[in-house]
């Protein structure tokens, strides 16, 4: 499924735009250091973990998108970084399971 | 060895916002370059890990990478405290990380473990009170 696809899914909503890319799967983790090492291009990252450094990371790893989980808490610094390494970010409601689920269930 | 070209940069202390800039910035070249996406995840995963601990442990410094015809040579160099422990401080999970730290997401003592295993020889240069270096190759 691309990028844009999660976005019909009611319960994401998109923060940032990006450029067009597949997700080839799912991964979750809060920890930085085990999701740099760790996560998959091209997967959908689904973690609470919502500050700058999490684009870092999303970006070194060339992770498709950001899926922030259980409504947490971002700062525009986030968005605004994420605009600028043209990641997408999504956020919603759902605990991570739930949502990571989602996006498997439709990939 | 032919060495293709040089990339230096200064890591500034305790600014979190800006930590993997130099890492982004080589994987950039080292995709104009041509390199294989392989070598470039093991290159940015290797030196965001150790801004990372000069941003934390240290009190930032300065990084070099080496780009030649066969490897690239990352090497960091802080003047922060030094470690006391190396085999200690290699073991997966060991982590001195402040709070304030692990709430960014960082200090589950991750980093050296991950910076050994993605790159193909690694050394490391430490004197109490005197500061770090840590060498890495990484083969292309
Ligand atoms: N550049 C450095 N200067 C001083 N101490 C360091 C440095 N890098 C690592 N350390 C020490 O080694 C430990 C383990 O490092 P690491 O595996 O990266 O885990 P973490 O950064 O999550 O604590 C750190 O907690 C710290 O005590
Ligand atoms: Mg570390």
Redesign the interface.
Known sequence: MKVSDLNNLPEFTLLSDSKESDITGVFCC????????KAP?GSAWVTV?A????L??A????VACIILAEGVAFDS?LIDKARE?GIAVFKTDLPIFDAALLVNNSL | MSELMELNYTVSNEDFTRAGEASSDVKKKLKQLGVSPDAIRKVAIALYEGEINMIIHAYGGKIKVTISENEITLILADKGPGIADIDKAMQAGYSTAPDKVRSLGFGAGMGLPNMKKNSDKMDIQTEIGVGTTVTMVINI
């Not at chain 1, 500050?51 to 999490?54: A, E, G, L, W």
């Not at chain 1, 970006?59 to 060339?62: E, F």
């Open positions: 809060d920890l930085l250091s085990i999701a740099m090492g291009s973990m500050n700058v450094n999490t870092a990371v970006s070194l790893t060339d610094t390494e």
